[in-house]
């Protein structure tokens, strides 16, 4: 019996008329949506009123309610903070959620450092503090172009810490005018610290302030004779004033801004973030959700406080095509940390409402193009299961490649797609254990089926097809092990390997399927074979990644640990710090004796034993 059937009237007035959150729960406890209200009881009531709500997803949630559980608070800014930590800590089905496995790409400045540079980094969930970072960027490839331009036109360092420790001369980049080398001092810390300054402010998108200081840094040099800074001044100048004309669009508002907007169809919810800086749209984010149970304004608020809350580069200001309640609180709360006020807008004339009216374009846009290729990825399953003529939908499909090097470290690995897309989360990686010879590639594939669906049998953890990297032979061992583990609802083809990859112009594929003598030939552009060459040939990437791993894993405990004194702790400071045993070999003895954990006598032996010319590498 639901809670909906059981509740009555009695229980309603029980709920306090506080400001809190509630939270309700199945059967077994979970926890399937968290909400907050200004008045407990009445925001409750609305749920089981007759047609008092009529969100699309509101009967299905209330149909698996068994309990609901209030807690009050103070304020309507304290319920904010709580049901945002309450959703990240529950993750209910039914609200708006960020993933925290979303990958982020963004430009960071380590500018902690004595010598920050600029680099491309990826991160989940919010960066972490003591570095500036811009973005996200929509690509790494945007992001690439942006980091070129920047080491084209302001001289930072470009190489590792690493690197900038040993370096006695300049390199290269020194003499092509991209770099000022502060590793041998060709440069002050002010002179240094003047060209962060320059990119943070090319990065915010202050490009007329930028200028304006340039300007002035070259009027500077010209007068007191430095012509040659001048000069350089000068092409710097020209570089930026370049770039501003191939901004993406340009808009009169001078404040950073974000704008969002939803389109949503039933329970599936897009929405989409523009970001303005400067004055320029610099990008957009699209995030897709499906079950909502969240009406508009808290779908917008619950993005705005997972997303943005904690952040170091929040915009002034958030625009939203509708009045929310609770804006203020949130702006409050968003405003902490922050060295003035971040508004939450809902414009109704002007500038400021045509980017909302963009963002909403962009937004069911998203969602068009996502139901087009959803739809185009299941006519490929559909296609895969007719031409294949397998007994399920291929929904899952998981896929088996090994790698060795005649014999040695032979490992294996598994991929996973779901739905026609990568599934990353169900990726495994074998170690081979079994004493065979370690060359014999249909034992390792026997030996890791196993394994895998001999625990997949009993966690009821069947993919709905199997597809194993080579021929006939590795098909008729994965067969076998099915039959041994009495396994007979689960699909198995082979796909053979090719000397190429599909994406290098080879095409011709063979796919075997059981019980039947010649293999299957798809046509050249066939979405099925894509699909079985993407899958084989992520498998194989992961495969050979991982055994590179475990020989470079290898290689090192080999290399270092034959040295007297160097155990696992010192090994692996000397790891951190260098990067690899290549860089350890072209170490100084200086530099050696500058690692922790490792003592001047540490440093002696491994100094000793590495430039050892007798030494076999």
Not at 45 to 70: C, H, W
Not at 230 to 237: C, E, L
Not at 484 to 493: A, P, Q
Request: charged share 30%; with cysteine.
């Amino acid at each position: 019996m639901s809670l909906k059937t059981q509740y009555n009237t009695e229980l309603i007035k029980k709920i306090s008329t506080q400001p809190g959150v509630y939270l309700m729960k199945s059967r077994g406890g979970k926890v399937l949506y968290v909400g907050k209200a200004k008045n407990l009881r009445q925001r409750v009531r609305q749920y089981f009123a007759k047609n008092a709500d009529g969100r699309f997803m509101v009967p299905y949630l209330i149909s698996q309610v068994q309990s609901i559980e209030t807690i009050l608070v103070s304020s309507e800014k304290e319920a904010l903070l709580l049901e945002n930590n309450l959703i990240k800590k529950y993750q209910p089905k039914y609200n708006v959620l960020l993933k925290d496995d979303k990958s982020y790409i963004a430009l960071q400045i380590n500018n902690k450092h004595q010598w920050p540079m600029v680099k491309i980094v990826r991160y989940r969930g919010q960066p972490k503090k003591g570095a500036l970072y811009f973005g996200p960027y929509t690509s790494a490839g945007a992001a690439r172009m942006t980091l070129d331009l920047i080491n084209k036109v302001f001289p930072l360092r470009q190489c590792s810490d690493q690197e900038l420790k040993r370096r006695t001369r300049p390199c290269i980049l020194h003499g092509m005018k991209r770099c000022c080398a502060p590793c041998v001092n060709l440069c002050t810390k002010e002179e240094y610290d003047q060209h962060v300054k320059q990119v943070i402010q090319f990065l915010k998108g202050q490009n007329r302030e930028l200028i304006k200081d340039l300007n002035a840094l070259m009027q500077k040099y010209s007068d007191c004779l430095e012509f040659e800074k001048a000069q350089d001044m000068f092409v710097t100048i020209r570089q930026i004033e370049k770039t501003i004309e191939k901004q993406y669009v340009d808009k009169p508002l001078g404040v950073d801004t974000d704008s969002l907007a939803i389109y949503r169809e039933g329970d599936e919810v897009t929405l989409c973030q523009l970001l303005f800086r400067g004055g320029k749209m610099m990008g957009s984010s699209n995030f897709q959700f499906q079950n909502i149970a969240q009406d508009d304004e808290a779908i917008y608020l619950s993005f705005i406080m997972q997303h943005y809350q904690g952040s170091e580069n929040i915009p002034k200001e958030i625009l939203l095509p509708i009045k929310c309640k609770g804006a203020s609180e949130t702006s409050e709360i968003l405003s902490e940390d922050q060295p003035r006020k971040v508004k939450i807008l809902a414009p109704s004339r002007g500038e400021k409402l045509s980017l909302v009216k963009l963002a909403q374009k962009n937004a069911k846009a998203s969602y068009t193009k996502e139901k087009d290729e959803t739809l185009i990825r299941e006519k490929t399953l559909v296609e895969l299961q007719e031409k294949l003529r397998l007994t399920r939908y291929p929904r899952r499909i998981e896929c088996f490649d090994n790698s060795h090097i005649a014999g040695d470290e032979p490992v294996s690995s598994m991929v996973a797609f779901t739905d026609g897309q990568k599934d990353s989360k169900r990726y495994r990686k074998y170690k081979i254990k079994s004493h065979h010879d370690k060359a014999d590639d249909y034992a390792s594939m026997k030996e890791v089926l196993t394994r895998r669906y001999k625990r997949a049998k009993i966690e009821d953890d069947l993919p709905d097809l199997i597809i194993v990297d080579g021929g006939k032979g590795h098909l008729n061992i994965a067969r076998r092990v099915l039959a041994d583990l009495d396994i007979s609802i689960v699909d198995i083809i082979g796909v053979a390997k090719d000397e190429g990859r599909h994406d290098r112009g080879v095409t011709s594929e063979q796919v075997f399927i059981p019980n039947v003598k010649d293999p299957i030939i798809f046509k050249q552009h066939s979405r099925v074979l894509f699909l079985l060459q993407q899958i084989r040939d992520e498998a194989h990437r992961s495969a050979i990644s991982f055994h590179r791993k475990r020989r470079s894993k290898k290689t090192i405990k080999s290399e270092l640990d034959k040295i007297p004194g160097i155990g696992i702790k010192k090994r692996n400071a000397l790891l951190k710090h260098f990067g690899s045993v290549k860089k350890i070999k072209e170490a100084s003895l200086e530099d050696l004796k500058s690692v922790p954990e490792v003592t001047q006598g540490n440093a002696e032996k491994i100094h000793q034993y590495l430039m050892d010319p007798s030494r076999k590498e």
